[in-house]
C-alpha cells in the first residue's frame, strides 16, 4: 500500500511553467495521497479549478477538497448576474478507496505584528477511509505556517489536540433520531488509528519536531535502513514534508522515501509503503 504526500505549489515545476498532468502522473502511482497548495481560481495558476482538474485526470480516485484560505473572485456579466467563485488554497486527499467521511479544521492564524511576513490562513483536512490491509484509518493532510516557529506552535498544539479527541467525538454523525432521515446510510466511523502527512514547514531538528515525537501519541513513519540518508524534501535541502502514524501502524511501515527525480513542483515527493496483508 503506497501513500503519498505531495506539496504541489499549485502547479508550478522546477522551470517555472505550471503543469498539472505532471502532477497527476505522480498521484496515479499511490494508494492513498495527501496534497498541499492546491489553488481555485488564482490569476497566476490560469484561473482555474485545480481540485476539479486533477479529479478529472484521475478519474480512479475518490477525492476532497480543504480550503484553508477562501476569498471572493465571483464575477458579475452586464446584467448584473453574478457567478459565484472562491478563491481558495487548501488541501486535498485522494483514495483509491470511498472516503466515508471528512471534516476540514482551520488552524490558529498569526498576524503579522512587527514581522510584515505574508500571513495566511492554514488547515487540518481530515478523512476517514476503509483501507484494504488496514480497516477504518483517519488519514490527514495539512499545511504548517511558513512564518515561524512562533506561529506554529499553536497550529501544531491544536491540530494533535483534534486528532486525539476526534475518536472521543465519534462519527460524521452518531447517536439515534427519531426521524430516519437523519440516520441515513451506515453509521460512519471514527478510528483510533491514523495517518497524518503534510509540509509542516519545521526541521528535525526544530523545537516543533521535538514537540509532536515527545507526545507519546505521535510517531513518525520514516523508516531507512540508512540511518544518515538525507531527508530533505525541498530544493533548498530542508526536511519540511513529515508523516506521522499512531503507534499501532508503525510495524505495518515497509519503506518511507523520496523521489528527487520529480520536478513538477519545489519539493519533493515522501512516500510511504506499508505492508498491508493479513498474515494471520
Not at 497527476?24 to 495527501?34: G, L, N, R, T
Not at 480512479?60 to 481558495?88: C, E, H, T, W
Not at 478507496?97 to 503579522?112: A, E, V
Request: hydrophobic share 30%; with cysteine; proline share 6%.
Amino acid at each position: 500500500m503506497k501513500f503519498l504526500s505531495y506539496n504541489i505549489q499549485y502547479g508550478k515545476g522546477q522551470k517555472g511553467k505550471h503543469n498539472l498532468y505532471r502532477v497527476a502522473e505522480v498521484i496515479k502511482e499511490a494508494d492513498i495521497v495527501c496534497l498541499q497548495e492546491i489553488e481555485k481560481f488564482w490569476q497566476r495558476s490560469g484561473f482555474v479549478d485545480q481540485a476539479q482538474i486533477l479529479s478529472e485526470f484521475l478519474p480512479k480516485f475518490y477525492s476532497v477538497y480543504g480550503p484553508a484560505l477562501d476569498m471572493d473572485a465571483s464575477l458579475k456579466n452586464q446584467y448584473g448576474q453574478i457567478s459565484n467563485r472562491r478563491r481558495q488554497f487548501g488541501n486535498m486527499i485522494l483514495s483509491r478507496y470511498p472516503i466515508i467521511s471528512t471534516r476540514n479544521f482551520p488552524l490558529p492564524k498569526q498576524g503579522t505584528g512587527p514581522d510584515p511576513e505574508h500571513s495566511i490562513q492554514r488547515a487540518l483536512l481530515e478523512t476517514v477511509i476503509n483501507i484494504p490491509g488496514l480497516g477504518y484509518t483517519r488519514v490527514y493532510s495539512t499545511h504548517l505556517s511558513h512564518r515561524n516557529p512562533e506561529s506554529r506552535f499553536p497550529q501544531i498544539q491544536l491540530m494533535m489536540r483534534r486528532i486525539n479527541q476526534a475518536p472521543h467525538e465519534q462519527g460524521a454523525w452518531s447517536g439515534e433520531h427519531i426521524d430516519a432521515g437523519w440516520t441515513e446510510g451506515e453509521k460512519p466511523p471514527m478510528p483510533q488509528q491514523f495517518i497524518l502527512m503534510g509540509d509542516m514547514n519545521f526541521t528535525l531538528d526544530s523545537k516543533e519536531y521535538k514537540e509532536m515525537i515527545d507526545s507519546e501519541d505521535f510517531y513518525d513513519a520514516w523508516k531507512s535502513n540508512d540511518k544518515d540518508k538525507d531527508r530533505g524534501t525541498n530544493v533548498d535541502g530542508d526536511s519540511l514534508d513529515h508523516c506521522f502514524v499512531s503507534k499501532n501502524l508503525l510495524p505495518k511501515i515497509k519503506r518511507t522515501y523520496i523521489d528527487r527525480n520529480i520536478t513538477a513542483s519545489d519539493h519533493w515527493p515522501l512516500w510511504m509503503e506499508m505492508d498491508t496483508e493479513n498474515k494471520n
